[in-house]
């Protein structure tokens, strides 16, 4: 099984508000780039849209090692999903996201590493960046097609 590495990070202007995402998936020398927005996203739903969007991206089942500063995204991963399945996610938020992860996850084995974001972390920099220009265009072009 390939060992993948998952930077990640989402960005929403005003939570709700427009959103962005990014994923950067590493294999040896290898990198992609996964980005995407959405009008109407909380940061939260935008940080788990780049671990779903850049899971569904792999081609074979991998061993993932996911670094996210997100501790809602790496703490349901790796401690609160089973007992959120267990209740048939009951309370839980972005239920339907979770239902994607688990199905687009379901091959690979991921494991989540929570790092400080903005503290210097070049990959979670980067994803960042690209998470907030995403972010910012898909606004840019809204306001320009309002007027």
Known sequence: MKIVQLFCDGSSLGNPGFGGYCGILRYKESE????GACAHATNNQMELTAVIESL???KEPCEVRLFSDSSY????????????IQKDFAKVKNKELWQEYLRVSAPHRVHAVWV?????????EQCDKIAKAAAN???ENHVRQSN
Do not use: F, M, Y
Not at 32 to 35: A, R
């Open 137 to 139: 265009a898909l606004k």
């Open 116 to 124: 400080r974001g903005h503290d210097g972390h070049k990959e979670n």
């Open 73 to 84: 995204v790496t703490k349901a991963i790796n401690e609160w999903l089973p007992s959120w």
């Open 56 to 58: 569904k991206s792999l």
């Open 32 to 35: 992609k780039i996964i980005q």
